[in-house]
C-alpha cells in the first residue's frame, strides 16, 4: 500500500504560477512510474503529466507542454508539477498517482495508487 499526499494547491491569478508537491510514503518510490491527473467539475479524470522510475523521461499533454514541468526526488519519495503561465481552464483538482512499473503513456485505470487531491483555481 502506498500512501500520496499532495499539496500545494491555491488560488492563483491567470499568468501566475504555482508548484504542487506529492509524498509517498514506500520505500520503493523507484519501482513507481509517477503522474499527475486533473478533473474538472463534471468531467472525467484527465492526464496532466507523467515521469518515468529513474527521473530519465517525460510526458505530458498537449494542453500543458511548455508550461508545466513534472520533476521527482528519488531520495526523498516526493513527485512535483511546477505551473508556469498558468490559464483559468488550469483549474481543476489534481491528483498525485504511483504506477508500479507502468509505461509513461499509462491511462489513469492503469495506475495503482492516488492520493486525495489538491483544489487549484486560477482566476482570470
Known amino acids: 500500500q502506498v500512501l500520496l499526499v499532495e499539496s500545494g494547491g491555491g488560488l492563483v491569478q491567470a499568468g501566475g504560477s504555482l508548484n504542487l508537491s506529492c509524498a509517498a510514503s514506500?520505500?520503493?518510490?523507484?519501482?513507481?512510474?509517477m503522474g499527475w491527473f486533473r478533473q474538472r467539475p463534471g468531467t472525467e479524470r484527465e492526464f496532466v503529466a507523467a515521469?518515468?522510475?529513474?527521473?530519465?523521461?517525460?510526458y505530458y499533454a498537449d494542453s500543458v507542454k511548455g508550461r508545466f514541468t513534472i520533476s521527482r526526488d528519488n531520495a526523498k519519495n516526493m513527485q512535483y508539477l511546477q505551473m508556469n503561465s498558468v490559464k483559468p481552464e488550469d483549474t481543476a483538482v489534481y491528483y498525485c498517482?504511483?504506477?508500479?512499473?507502468?509505461?509513461?503513456?499509462?491511462?489513469?485505470?492503469?495506475?495503482?495508487?492516488w492520493g486525495q487531491g489538491t483544489q487549484v483555481t486560477v482566476s482570470s
Open positions: 498517482a504511483a504506477n508500479m512499473y507502468g509505461s509513461l503513456r499509462a491511462t489513469s485505470k492503469e495506475y495503482d495508487y
Open positions: 515521469i518515468s522510475r529513474l527521473d530519465t523521461s517525460t
Open positions: 514506500t520505500r520503493t518510490f523507484r519501482i513507481y512510474t
